[in-house]
């Protein structure tokens, strides 16, 4: 969004309120893409971490034990391994839909954009 867009101030008086509507319509999609954004970064370190987590359960050969709260509980090896295998494909899953959101609130946001540029052309607004 343009800084002129975001600007309370005089600007913002001068445009007509449909127009103020899209850009308040046009923020608030800014930040819903942010929190898609942030959820998707999220998912993604947790699979990087699940990930490390499988690779390191296959060169294991002892016991294995795993972290429930502040004590160690000793696990079956394959258990944990099909329980990683599951979370890992969840979040796959998880961090494709998110990719598809911010795909699809990109478009709206590129959409929404240009229909506020031809509204304040059309007018008369000056823009910066």
């Known amino acids: 969004m343009p ?3 975001k600007k309370a101030g005089g600007f913002m008086q001068k445009i007509p309120p449909n127009i103020q509507h899209e850009i308040q319509q046009y923020q608030q999609m800014e930040q819903q893409y942010q929190m898609v ?3 998707k970064k999220k998912l ?3 699979l990087s971490e699940t990930t490390l987590a499988l690779e390191e ?3 294991e050969t002892d016991t294995v034990y795993k972290s429930i709260g502040s ?3 000793k696990v079956n090896k394959e258990d944990t391994k099909k329980e990683l295998e599951e979370k890992k494909e969840n979040l796959d899953v998880r961090i494709k839909t ?3 959101q911010e795909e699809r609130l990109l ?3 590129k959409t929404a954009r240009a229909k506020i ?3 304040l052309g059309s007018a008369g607004v000056q823009a910066g």
């Open 98 to 100: 998110m990719e598809r």
């Open 37 to 39: 954004a942030t959820q």
């Open 44 to 46: 993604s370190l947790e």
């Open 3 to 5: 800084s002129h867009m």
């Open 71 to 73: 004590i160690l509980i």
């Open 117 to 119: 540029e031809e509204m």
């Open 107 to 109: 478009e709206k946001l």
């Open 57 to 59: 359960l296959q060169k």
